[in-house]
Every structure is written in C-alpha cells, then in structure tokens.
C-alpha cells in the first residue's frame, strides 16, 4: 500500500471528499487518476477534465506511485 502522505502533490483533509487522498487544493480523488488512465485517458484529458488539477501534479503522483512500487519490489 501506497504511503501517500509522501506525496507532495496530494492532501486527505478529513470531512472532505470523506477523507480520500485528493489532489492539493482540490476536491478531485487520486483514484480518480488511475481510473481514467485504465480507461484511455490520456495525462492531458484528465487534467483537462478536471480543472485545477495541474499537469504537475498528476505527473507527481505517476512518479511518486512508480518509486513507490520499485522499492516494494526490492
């Protein structure tokens, strides 16, 4: 499981979103990535789709979630 509370670009404010991880400063779910991503969307649909998520940030958490998985391989 992901730590994401090491992810800069990401926030779980309680009360909001009921507690999900969403994007900082943002009421969109870090799922919600990951959900269009298997479903074809491109990096730029999304942040298309979803104003204020910054192409940044979604490239943060790709980056963050792929370290992540190369550490738990080791």
């Known amino acids: 499981m992901l ?3 090491q992810c800069p670009a990401v926030e779980r404010v309680p009360g909001r979103v009921s507690g999900a991880w969403v994007f900082k ?3 969109v779910p870090v799922r919600a990535l990951f959900e ?13 789709w979803f104003p204020g998520v910054t192409r940044e940030q979604a490239l943060t958490v790709l980056r963050f979630a792929e370290a992540s998985l190369s550490v738990a391989a080791t």
Do not use: K, P, Q
């Open 3 to 5: 730590d994401w509370s």
């Open 36 to 48: 269009n991503l298997e479903g074809g969307a491109s990096v730029e649909d999304f942040v298309e």
């Open 25 to 27: 400063d943002t009421r």
